[in-house]
């Protein structure tokens, strides 16, 4: 696996920046709207913070704080993946989640940096440290900023199983390797696609 296999486009990636800053900024009074209408939502089907945050490893692995809107009762255990009919979900979370609308709050995390739109999925750290001594080389999909959608989750989905995950790190490494316009546009596609079929 050598270094040449997995050289950045960095230009690419700094236009990309550049067009999802502007875009957010863009819709930016709908988004406001959508937000309010969530916000007063959840506050009021359950008790306790609107928001969720955690600490996730982004690029080169340095940590950030990234922000969803709470989908599970507060005090609820969030560590392990929810399964259906999940009873630590509210009413409010089941329709957020069923339509992703849960990470809405990521726009943020775009907006400063933390991350883009599209690139590998940020995991919680108790997951990046187990991966990190399981699957080779998996600092690699750390080399650009994590995504709030990417190409692994629209070929792979959630993952339970270290080969599981073994296939969706191929997928992140596939992706930072052929980045394009055309590769993005696709994956939005397909996510908006998943979304639509929920």
């Known amino acids: 696996m050598s270094d040449s296999q997995y050289k950045v486009n960095w230009t690419y990636l700094a236009i990309r920046r550049s067009v999802e800053v502007l875009l957010i900024l863009l819709f930016l009074p709908v988004l406001i709207v959508l937000f309010l209408l969530l916000f007063v939502w959840i506050k009021f089907d359950s008790a306790g913070s609107v928001f969720f945050n955690q600490l996730r490893p982004g690029k080169d ?86 995504g709030i959608t990417g190409l692994a989750q629209v070929r792979q989905g959630y993952t339970t199983t270290l080969d599981e995950e073994r296939m969706k790190f191929k997928y992140d490494l596939f992706y930072i390797r052929s980045l394009s316009l055309k590769l993005d546009l696709a994956i939005l596609l397909q996510s908006v696609n998943a979304v639509n079929k929920n």
């Open 61 to 146: 692995g340095k940590l950030f704080k990234i922000y969803k809107f709470r989908s599970m009762y507060t005090g609820a255990d969030s560590s392990f993946l929810t399964l259906e009919a999940d009873e630590r979900v509210t009413r409010s979370g089941k329709f957020i989640r069923k339509y992703r609308l849960d990470e809405l709050p990521q726009l943020y995390n775009i907006l400063i940096g933390d991350m883009s739109l599209i690139g590998p999925r940020p995991v919680p750290v108790n997951f990046y440290d187990y991966y990190l001594q399981n699957i080779p080389h998996y600092n690699k999909r750390h080399e650009i900023r994590p």
